[in-house]
């Protein structure tokens, strides 16, 4: 990678969602950017197309009401300037209070806005080698063996690693409407979710066949390093059929939980509900909320069409499980993202150890504005200012993090009402963001 004249340079390596945040912070405040990312020579696991900014799983962005801890901080991001939440409003579909995207339509604007760039050039290549040049790494949970291989040998054994799974995609043409209905929990919202209701001799049976069922032995996915690492998943993205093996109840009292969900034809509450959530603008395909799964490809489909209205289900995509790679940053980084023992280095995005689409936009926002702004950390009021600090302070068991309330200091005066609780964090949030901003 060689840079010359005497344009500010960087080379930024991924252009998934922190890198595409990143090189457009950059290029819009004159830097150049060599943007570098491996597809479509080279695919991940997860990704299905050479588009930069690629969404791999489930299209929605989470909820943008601010008394969530994800709405506050699209909220903060916007305060911030993030690009690709523009972009996101511009592609969204129904989803209630969600912000959720027509996938193929948000990357392919992202790779659009960045091909016509003047000031950021793309080349399509894996990177394998690190050099001395002012570099940030987004290559994401899925980064290449090799060039993981290069972390490890400049980290030494601080990388860390864990195992999630993506839900499967139905076309919408080959479910059952007589069964299906639409609405959003206790009708907050519009009804932009269709719902499966269980009854309990259909819920009873669904559990039993996801205990049964057959998953990917883990030798199948990864390399010989990775088997040699113990097995775990990150609790925020558990397969259903590990969480079946929890308990009976353990799905209807979570992710099928029926509560709000009143079926608009009987007035009767279903013992158990799957939700339904758009794929993309057509409508013509859905994602089944909280189905992330690795059964082998031959029981999702017999499992899954275990679902009341899946009878004839065609599946456009199945669940997989995949390697989630992350790295030690409170042991690896300096307060200003970039590495302790190689100081031209800078780790963005999920590797660095956020967790979510919006967090590793946050992510590629955040380095961006520390290299080329200087900015100081947000306040401590903040969900940004707190995930910067998580990252970055010692921690002995660090796991990747996302946007909660849990980050945020107490309000000075107790507030037991838990709604008003949470509006007050978020007012106190962005007051402090803007004062902290000049705004
Ligand atoms: C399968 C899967 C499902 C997920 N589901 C969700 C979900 O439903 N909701 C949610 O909020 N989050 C989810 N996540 C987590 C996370 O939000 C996303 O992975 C997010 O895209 C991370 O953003 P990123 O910019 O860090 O990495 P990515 O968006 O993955 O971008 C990394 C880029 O780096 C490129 N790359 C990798 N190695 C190299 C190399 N050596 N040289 C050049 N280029 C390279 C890749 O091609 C890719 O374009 C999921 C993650 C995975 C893997």
Not at 36 to 52: F, I, S, V
Not at 261 to 288: C, H, M
Not at 310 to 336: C, T, W
Not at 351 to 379: F, N, Q, R, T
Request: with cysteine; net charge positive.
């Amino acid at each position: 990678m060689k840079h010359t004249g005497i344009m500010k340079k960087i080379n930024i390596i991924g252009g998934g969602l922190a890198g595409s945040e990143a090189a457009l912070q950059f290029a819009d405040r004159g830097w150049k950017v060599f943007l570098y990312d491996m597809r479509p020579g080279k695919m991940t696991p997860a990704h299905e197309t050479g588009l930069l900014a690629e969404i791999v799983c489930s299209n929605s962005l989470k909820s943008e009401l601010h008394s969530t801890a994800s709405g506050l901080l699209k909220a903060e991001m916007q305060l911030l300037g993030c690009k690709l939440l523009n972009i996101a409003h511009e592609c969204r579909v129904p989803a209630g209070n969600a912000l959720a995207v027509d996938r193929k339509m948000f990357a392919r604007s992202v790779t659009k806005i960045i091909e016509k760039h003047r000031n950021i050039e793309i080349i399509r290549k894996e990177v394998t080698e690190l050099d001395n040049d002012l570099t940030i790494i987004a290559t994401g949970p899925l980064t290449s063996d090799k060039l993981a291989g290069e972390l490890r040998r400049i980290i030494g054994d601080k990388q860390l690693y864990f195992f999630d799974s993506i839900a499967p995609i139905v076309a919408a043409g080959s479910l059952d409407y007589n069964i299906l209905y639409k609405k959003s929990r206790y009708d907050k919202g519009s009804d932009d979710y269709w719902n499966c209701p269980f009854s309990r001799d259909e819920y009873e049976h669904f559990v039993e066949l996801l205990e049964k069922a057959e998953k990917h032995p883990i030798h199948e996915f990864e390399d010989k390093f990775f088997q040699s690492l113990k097995f775990r998943f990150y609790e925020n993205c558990i397969p259903i059929e590990e969480l079946a093996r929890r308990g009976k109840e353990t799905l209807r009292f979570g992710v099928m939980r029926p509560v709000g969900l009143d079926n608009p034809a009987t007035g009767k509450r279903p013992y158990a509900v799957i939700q339904l959530r758009s794929e993309n603008l057509a409508g013509n395909a859905f994602n089944l909320v909280g189905c992330q799964t690795m059964m082998k490809y031959g029981e999702q489909e017999k499992v899954f069409r275990a679902i009341p209205g899946f009878g004839k289900a065609e599946f456009l995509r199945l669940g997989s499980i995949h390697r989630n790679s992350y790295i030690d940053s409170p042991q690896v980084l300096n307060m200003d993202f970039s590495m302790k023992n190689r100081k031209n280095i800078y780790i963005a995005g999920q590797l660095a150890g956020v967790e979510g689409y919006m967090e590793s936009i946050l992510s590629g926002l955040l380095v961006a504005m520390a290299i080329s702004e200087k900015l100081d950390l947000p306040p401590a009021t903040t969900i940004s200012g707190q995930l910067w600090r998580y990252l970055l302070n010692p921690n002995k068991n660090f796991q990747p993090m996302n946007a909660n309330f849990g980050l945020l200091p107490d309000l000075e005066k107790k507030e037991r009402d838990k709604k008003l609780k949470k509006s007050k964090l978020a007012d106190r949030s962005l007051r402090d963001l803007q004062i902290f901003l000049g705004k």
